[in-house]
Each structure stands twice: as structure tokens, then as C-alpha cells.
């Protein structure tokens, strides 16, 4: 898997210059980096049938490897005042008791804003430090389960998260894509999210 880009919304504070975000940040990359198909590829090679590849399997294997680093999987933020959001893929304690969470789309547009929006508010709240959405490219949302959320669909929303009032933090997302595409692999099995294939 390849990184084409990653935009930062917000970057306040002494965090994002620390060591120890660079050392979050390395650890992510390294996930995305070793999400390979199919089994035993050293590459993310995609089958290029629109709509035909799950997107729920290409997760597990970046879910496996931060697991494997330390991360909390599936992790319920407990926000000041607010109703409990629902679990953040995987986040990472940090030594001063935040977390910095991060969220692979796997829903639609309304999923990825929803991420977003909770970022968000645990950056408002100080119980995130950061927070990471990663989303496939156009190109890549192509052959993937129809109507999953991509980098350029959210793109044109940024402004309303710069404009987040947030004093330290990082909130950014990561547009992600296949290294390759062939009709001789199969394509990615569809796992279950709620009643949809995905």
C-alpha cells in the first residue's frame, strides 16, 4: 500500500514537533506500508473491477499491525459532557493520559464525517492529543465496495476543521492507494460492517 498524501487540518502546540509524534506518526505509515495483497505479496496489488474489491479485510491488516505495536484496538473515548461516541479503530496512550486515535474509512461520506467530528471533540475535550483518518484515493475508490468514502469527497469539507478553535493538537487525514492493479488476482472478499457488504 502507498501514501499519496497527508494533510494536516490542524497542527497546534508543541505536540506536533515532538519526537513522540514523529514516532506515532512512523508507526502509522509503517502500518499502511504493510497492507499487501494478496498473501505473501511484498505489494498491494488491486483487482480493477469497479466496486468488486471488500474494503473491511484491507483493514484487519493494518489493525494487526498497530495492535502489535502497542495500540488499543476498538477504544471507547469516555468526552466531557457529551454522549460516548461510538469506538475509534485504534488509539495509542500517550504518557500525559491523552490518546492519539486514528480511524480507516470503511463506511461512507457520512462515516468519514462522522470520524472527523469525533476527532474533533476529543481534541476540543483534551482527551485526544491527534488524530488520524485515512481514506482511499479516487483512484481507488473506484474498485472498491460502491459508495465507501474517499479523500476527494471529504476534501472540499476541510475548512470546517481548520477553523476548529483547538490550542495543541493534530487532527489530518491520509490519502492512501493501491501499488498496482491486475486481473490476475482475486478480488478482496467482502467482509460484514452492520448489514452492509463492505
Sequence with gaps: MKINRIEFLIKNGPFH????????????KNAIYSVTYPEGSDEFVLYPVKNANGVVPIKKGFLGFLDSNQWMLEHRMSIASRLRPGPVDAVKQLPDG???????????????????????VGLLDGVLAGGVLILPSRNM??????????????????????????????????????????????????????????
Design 17 to 28: 514537533q515532538s519526537s513522540e509524534f514523529a514516532a506515532i506518526l512512523d508507526e502509522i
Design 98 to 120: 491523552r490518546f492519539f486515535a486514528v480511524e480507516w474509512e470503511t463506511g461512507n461520506i457520512s462515516s468519514s464525517h462522522r470520524a472527523l467530528n469525533k476527532m474533533g
Design 141 to 198: 475508490y473506484t474498485y472498491l465496495t460502491d459508495r465507501i468514502g474517499s479523500y476527494s469527497e471529504i476534501e472540499p469539507y476541510f475548512p470546517v476543521w481548520r477553523n476548529l478553535v483547538v490550542n495543541e493538537g493534530v487532527l489530518s487525514v491520509i490519502e492512501i492507494e493501491h501499488d498496482a492493479q491486475s486481473m490476475d488476482v482475486a478480488p478482496i472478499g467482502k467482509g460484514t460492517d452492520g448489514r452492509a457488504l463492505r
